[in-house]
């Protein structure tokens, strides 16, 4: 058992609170979160009571065809935590041990939250299959789009452009490393690209 030092509030969270995203009934929200284990069930090894650990909320059976090639977001019988069993808007909550990984001491609970939507943002870097020096667009400047600027940084992008409506997140999406910002409310995107830098 964890009891949670922080929990993250997911786009996710706020389209099921709108009913507009489907979970379990009546389901403690919460999937991106941090906490310290307090208890520990009979049969778990590897770790110990005040361990600080992050959780990943997906929940895969590991015996499907999904699951047996590695694609485990594709499980047959995929759970989240925060989804379809209780999750991290609690004060405790009970995770799998399979579903921890461990935070060494510097590491912030704001920080360690983050984890679970960096893991994402990583995943799209590596489908994107980016080359140094490419350029990238990155449409939306939300947290994981700000985070898929920093990763394209640091994997070598060329040119790093954003468009984002927001002025503010505008203005992080430079902070966070963009070259060159589009405003979608100034028309079509298509049309702001200078013709140059079109593929």
């Given at each position: 058992?964890?009891?949670?030092?922080a929990?993250?509030?997911?786009?996710t969270?706020?389209?099921?609170?709108a009913?507009?995203?489907?979970?379990a009934?009546?389901?403690?929200?919460?999937?991106?979160?941090?906490?310290?284990?307090?208890?520990?069930?009979?049969?778990?090894?590897?770790?110990?009571?005040?361990?600080?650990?992050?959780?990943?909320?997906?929940?895969a059976?590991?015996?499907?065809?999904?699951?047996?090639?590695?694609?485990?977001?594709?499980?047959?019988?995929?759970?989240?935590?925060?989804?379809?069993?209780?999750?991290?808007?609690a004060?405790?909550?009970?995770?799998?041990?399979?579903?921890?990984?461990?935070?060494?001491?510097?590491?912030t609970?704001?920080?360690?939250?983050?984890?679970?939507?960096?893991?994402?943002?990583?995943?799209?870097?590596?489908?994107a299959?980016?080359?140094?020096?490419?350029?990238?667009?990155?449409?939306?400047?939300?947290?994981?789009?700000?985070?898929?600027?920093?990763?394209?940084r640091?994997?070598?992008?060329?040119?790093?452009?954003?468009?984002?409506?927001?002025?503010?997140?505008?203005?992080?999406g430079?902070?966070?490393?963009?070259?060159?910002?589009y405003?979608?409310?100034n028309?079509?995107?298509?049309?702001?690209?200078?013709?140059?830098?079109?593929?």
């Amino acid at each position: 058992m964890l009891k949670v030092e922080a929990c993250g509030v997911c786009g996710t969270d706020v389209h099921i609170w709108a009913g507009t995203e489907p979970a379990a009934g009546h389901v403690i929200l919460g999937h991106e979160f941090a906490g310290e284990i307090v208890e520990i069930g009979d049969q778990v090894t590897g770790y110990d009571i005040g361990d600080r650990v992050a959780v990943d909320p997906n929940i895969a059976c590991g015996t499907c065809p999904a699951c047996r090639e590695g694609r485990v977001n594709l499980c047959s019988s995929l759970k989240a935590l925060g989804v379809d069993i209780d999750g991290g808007f609690a004060e405790y909550c009970l995770v799998p041990a399979r579903q921890l990984y461990r935070l060494d001491e510097k590491t912030t609970w704001e920080e360690a939250v983050m984890v679970e939507p960096l893991a994402c943002a990583l995943h799209g870097i590596d489908r994107a299959q980016l080359r140094a020096g490419q350029s990238v667009l990155v449409i939306g400047g939300g947290p994981i789009g700000l985070l898929m600027l920093q990763l394209a940084r640091l994997q070598g992008a060329g040119r790093l452009a954003l468009s984002e409506k927001s002025s503010w997140r505008r203005s992080l999406g430079l902070k966070y490393g963009a070259d060159v910002l589009y405003d979608p409310a100034n028309g079509r995107l298509a049309d702001q690209i200078p013709v140059a830098d079109r593929p």
